[in-house]
Protein backbone atom coordinates (compact mmCIF):
# COMPACT_ATOMS: atom_id res chain seq x y z
CA UNK A 1 0.00 0.00 0.00
CA UNK A 2 1.12 4.20 -0.86
CA UNK A 3 0.11 6.62 0.70
CA UNK A 4 0.40 10.53 -0.62
CA UNK A 5 -1.02 12.75 1.87
CA UNK A 6 -1.15 16.63 0.47
CA UNK A 7 -3.73 19.80 1.54
CA UNK A 8 -1.20 21.12 4.21
CA UNK A 9 -0.58 24.82 4.30
CA UNK A 10 -0.76 28.25 6.46
CA UNK A 11 -3.65 29.46 8.21
CA UNK A 12 -5.00 31.65 10.80
CA UNK A 13 -6.65 30.89 13.82
CA UNK A 14 -9.93 29.81 13.12
CA UNK A 15 -9.22 29.17 10.00
CA UNK A 16 -9.74 25.53 8.14
CA UNK A 17 -8.25 23.39 5.96
CA UNK A 18 -8.72 19.90 4.03
CA UNK A 19 -5.90 17.30 3.95
CA UNK A 20 -6.08 14.47 1.51
CA UNK A 21 -4.28 10.42 1.68
CA UNK A 22 -4.62 9.05 -1.26
CA UNK A 23 -4.30 5.29 -1.03
CA UNK A 24 -2.81 3.23 -4.28
CA UNK A 25 -1.90 -0.50 -4.39
CA UNK A 26 -3.06 -3.32 -2.47
CA UNK A 27 -5.73 -0.84 -1.10
CA UNK A 28 -8.56 -4.21 -0.67
CA UNK A 29 -6.09 -4.97 2.14
CA UNK A 30 -6.60 -1.70 4.41
CA UNK A 31 -8.52 -1.83 7.50
CA UNK A 32 -7.96 1.53 8.91
CA UNK A 33 -6.41 4.72 7.83
CA UNK A 34 -5.81 7.24 10.30
CA UNK A 35 -4.45 10.86 10.76
CA UNK A 36 -1.47 11.43 13.14
CA UNK A 37 0.02 14.22 13.60
CA UNK A 38 3.86 15.26 15.28
CA UNK A 39 4.67 18.98 16.52
CA UNK A 40 8.07 20.15 16.84
CA UNK A 41 9.78 18.95 19.61
CA UNK A 42 6.42 16.49 20.95
CA UNK A 43 5.99 12.89 19.85
CA UNK A 44 3.81 11.79 17.36
CA UNK A 45 0.27 11.45 18.03
CA UNK A 46 -3.22 10.23 17.03
CA UNK A 47 -5.37 12.51 15.45
CA UNK A 48 -8.61 9.97 14.06
CA UNK A 49 -9.09 7.11 12.32
CA UNK A 50 -11.86 5.53 9.83
CA UNK A 51 -12.71 2.18 8.81
CA UNK A 52 -12.03 1.24 5.03
CA UNK A 53 -15.10 -0.36 4.74
CA UNK A 54 -17.97 1.02 6.90
CA UNK A 55 -16.40 4.54 7.04
CA UNK A 56 -16.84 4.34 10.96
CA UNK A 57 -14.61 6.88 12.73
CA UNK A 58 -12.97 7.53 16.11
CA UNK A 59 -11.26 11.31 16.86
CA UNK A 60 -8.57 11.86 19.48
CA UNK A 61 -10.33 14.04 22.40
CA UNK A 62 -8.21 17.18 21.41
CA UNK A 63 -9.62 17.59 17.77
CA UNK A 64 -13.10 16.16 18.52
CA UNK A 65 -16.11 18.69 16.91
CA UNK A 66 -13.37 20.27 14.48
CA UNK A 67 -11.95 17.57 12.54
CA UNK A 68 -13.78 15.08 10.49
CA UNK A 69 -12.22 11.94 8.52
CA UNK A 70 -13.99 10.72 5.66
CA UNK A 71 -13.80 7.74 3.19
CA UNK A 72 -14.16 8.57 -0.38
CA UNK A 73 -14.94 5.33 -1.79
CA UNK A 74 -14.83 6.08 -5.60
CA UNK A 75 -11.08 7.73 -5.34
CA UNK A 76 -9.24 5.68 -2.97
CA UNK A 77 -9.04 8.48 -0.85
CA UNK A 78 -9.58 9.52 3.16
CA UNK A 79 -9.98 13.24 3.76
CA UNK A 80 -9.66 15.25 7.18
CA UNK A 81 -11.34 18.49 7.25
CA UNK A 82 -10.03 20.38 9.71
CA UNK A 83 -12.07 23.43 11.43
CA UNK A 84 -11.92 25.83 14.14
CA UNK A 85 -8.06 25.24 13.90
CA UNK A 86 -5.45 26.41 16.52
CA UNK A 87 -1.99 27.43 17.19
CA UNK A 88 -2.14 23.68 18.83
CA UNK A 89 -2.77 22.27 15.75
CA UNK A 90 0.12 23.31 14.39
CA UNK A 91 2.22 19.81 13.04
CA UNK A 92 3.26 18.22 10.04
CA UNK A 93 0.68 15.36 9.42
CA UNK A 94 0.60 11.96 8.08
CA UNK A 95 -1.63 9.46 6.96
CA UNK A 96 -1.22 5.83 7.45
CA UNK A 97 -3.05 2.48 6.55
CA UNK A 98 -3.71 -0.53 8.84
CA UNK A 99 -3.97 -3.84 7.06
CA UNK A 100 -5.14 -5.80 10.11
CA UNK A 101 -7.40 -3.73 12.64
CA UNK A 102 -4.98 -4.09 14.99
CA UNK A 103 -4.01 -0.42 15.26
CA UNK A 104 -0.55 -1.00 13.97
CA UNK A 105 0.31 1.39 11.07
CA UNK A 106 2.88 -0.35 9.03
CA UNK A 107 2.05 2.08 5.79
CA UNK A 108 2.83 5.26 6.02
CA UNK A 109 2.24 8.48 3.62
CA UNK A 110 5.43 11.30 3.60
CA UNK A 111 3.86 13.83 6.38
CA UNK A 112 2.60 17.62 5.08
CA UNK A 113 2.95 20.41 7.26
CA UNK A 114 0.18 22.50 8.29
CA UNK A 115 0.69 25.78 10.10
CA UNK A 116 -2.20 27.78 12.61
CA UNK A 117 -0.86 31.14 12.82
CA UNK A 118 -1.92 33.79 15.47
Known amino acids: VQLQASGGGLVQTGGSLRLSCSAS????????VGWFRQAPGKDREFVAR????????VYADSVKGRFTISRHNYENTVSLQMDSLNIEDTAVYFC????????????WGQGTQVTVSS
Open 96 to 107: AADPQGNLAYPY
Open 25 to 32: GRTNDIYY
Open 50 to 57: VTWNGGRT
